[in-house]
């Protein structure tokens, strides 16, 4: 077993010489994409920090790829802006006056920069020509199956390879969690929803393989890779990833075919109406028929005794930590007070039992905009805005078009998702960063 140190050495070594080989034989851009992709291979659980920043190996791979592709010539990330370019920047002029308001040193701006620009930048300028996008879902594709032969391996015997060989993981979730008599796998994240969600946001890349102008070579690795990805999702053992697989499923070709998108949104309408009926009931009902025990009397808000569970959490944090999101503002509580949980800002629960059954936040709107403000929640649906914008604006072209149409599922499905679930850096990173391919894919459609 490695130590800690060693296994982020590991990991930062085999990527930037994997993509240093790929820049050497094919291309610069397609150095850059491999790079950073086989950094999600490692451990989320590896990471050194120093003067206050954290160093995980996707990040640190990230900002050597970036200076090693920028570097030699600085002019070639010269290119047409996008509006996912604006909401990136967006996000980053928000996160670093949150922080500077909240008593933040000049770090702020580099801290802002690692956790929104640096993966969506290695995105952006990796996807500059067909090159990349001939190789990269390949590579996606081998990653899948590897994570579905993991994934199964741990589910079905309670043996990580990743911690035998990396040391065992910190995390929310307990290690040895389990659901219907398997093993939650959790691979290299540090929670099985996390494992579950990294897959949702890369199968899009795998599924381009699908496309008809690739090879019959590169179709049967899409296949292999499709089926790795779904086997992942299912050992994770994780309602979550599987509904957004279904949501992702349903609205992929609602982007093409108009009867499709009547489809969804009744369908859509229908779930609304009925959950919000009576949404106690139905989430009870939910959770018992998954096998997980209501406690009762286990949340007091508003002087109201509720019963809990992982599901019924989700409905209370919002009545929880509403009055706290008025009381952050505009620019929010900043990073530092929401860094752990339960965070320290102002207008908790009264309660310390319920604070503490609520301490994880799990919905990224209510986090960011404790940790941000209003202008960070805004920031996010713009995020998601643009990708919506992007890939629907792509769904037809001939060679993006299957990639844009099964990104703008993913989205759609993230969007939901994170209103039950925090943007932990471990599927947050890839989604930033195939939101940078995306534009990539963008620029260079228009010419």
Known sequence: MLDPQSGWLLGVVVSLT???????????????????????????????QWMGLTFTVKTTVCGFAIAAYTLPNPWRIKSSLTILDAAIALFFVI?????????????????AYGEWVLPYVCGRFAMRDLTTFDYLPKIIA???????????????TATNPWE????NRTGQAARAASRYGFKRAFVNTEHPIFFGLQILVLLPICLSLLERHYSRISRSIGIAGVIGGLAAIISCVSRSPVLGLLLMSMMMPAVRIVWMRWVVGVVFAGC??????????????????TGEKIQENAVVINDETLPSSSALVRIWLVKAYWHAIELAGPLGNGTKATKTFPVNVPGMPAKAKTVQNLRWVDNAYLLI????????????????????????????HRVFGLYARWHFGMAASMMMILLTVWMSNDFG????????????????SRG
Request: charged fraction near 10%.
């Open 18 to 48: 994997l993509g240093a080989i790929a820049n050497w034989m094919i291309s610069a851009e397609l150095g850059l994409a491999t790079a950073v992709a086989v950094s999600l291979l490692f451990p989320d659980w590896l990471h050194p």
């Open 272 to 289: 609304v109406l009925i959950f919000f009926n009576d949404p106690l009931s139905i989430t009870t009902d939910f959770a018992e028929m």
């Open 369 to 396: 905009g404790l940790r941000f403000g209003w202008l960070g929640i805004g920031a996010l649906v713009v995020f998601f805005a643009s990708q919506f914008a992007e890939s629907f604006r792509m769904s037809g």
């Open 429 to 444: 990173f890839e989604m930033l960063w195939t939101s940078g391919l995306l534009a990539g894919m963008s620029v260079y």
């Open 142 to 156: 081998i990653i899948l199956i590897v994570w579905g032969i993991g994934g199964v391996i741990e589910m079905t």
């Open 164 to 167: 035998l060989l990396f040391g």
């Open 95 to 111: 996160q670093t006056a949150s922080n500077m308001k909240n008593g933040g040193t000049a770090l702020s701006a580099l801290h």
